[in-house]
C-alpha cells in the first residue's frame, strides 16, 4: 500500500484541519488526541511522509524517539500519572487506523483501564485544558 497524502494527519500537518497543539518543531508534532484512551493522551506525529514503522526512514525513527521520550516524561508529571504507556499500530491488523506513522503516549492509572482506542470524541474544553498542561509540563 501506498502513503495516502490526504489522511487526516497530513491534513493536520498542513494546517488544513485544527488540532489541540502541545508542541512543534521541524521534525513532529505532538498535539491531543481527540478520542483519549486516557486523560492526557496525546500524539508525537513525524512530518516525514511514511505509513508507518514499516516503511519509515530509520533517520526518521531516530530523531523522532526522544521527542516520544521528552512526551512520556512530560506527560506522567502534568497528570500524576503512575506510568505511561506508548503504542504504535502497523496496518489495519495491526490496529492502525491513520496511515501515517505516528505514535500514542498514554498517561495511567493504576486500576483505571485504557478506554476503546477511537471510540468517544472528547470535549474540546478537556483537550484544550490537557494540551496546556502537557506544554506546560515539557516547558520544565
Do not use: W
Amino acid at each position: 500500500m501506498s502513503y495516502d497524502p490526504n489522511n487526516i494527519f497530513a491534513k493536520i500537518l498542513r494546517g488544513e484541519i485544527p488540532c489541540h497543539k502541545v508542541h512543534e518543531d521541524a521534525d513532529a508534532l505532538v498535539f491531543m488526541d481527540v478520542m483519549p484512551q486516557s486523560p492526557g493522551h496525546a500524539l508525537v506525529v513525524p512530518k516525514v511522509a511514511s505509513r508507518n514503522l514499516l516503511d519509515a526512514d530509520p533517520a526518521v525513527i531516530a530523531k523522532v524517539m526522544p521527542l516520544v521520550q521528552k512526551v512520556a516524561v512530560a506527560a506522567k508529571t502534568a497528570f500524576n500519572a503512575d506510568g505511561v504507556s506508548i503504542a504504535q499500530f502497523n496496518e489495519e491488523a495491526g490496529g492502525q487506523t491513520v496511515f501515517h506513522l505516528h505514535f500514542h503516549v498514554m498517561p495511567r492509572f493504576e486500576g483505571q483501564p485504557l478506554k476503546m482506542h477511537g471510540r468517544n470524541m472528547e470535549d474540546a474544553a478537556v483537550l484544550a485544558a490537557n494540551a496546556e498542561k502537557l506544554k506546560a509540563a515539557l516547558a520544565q
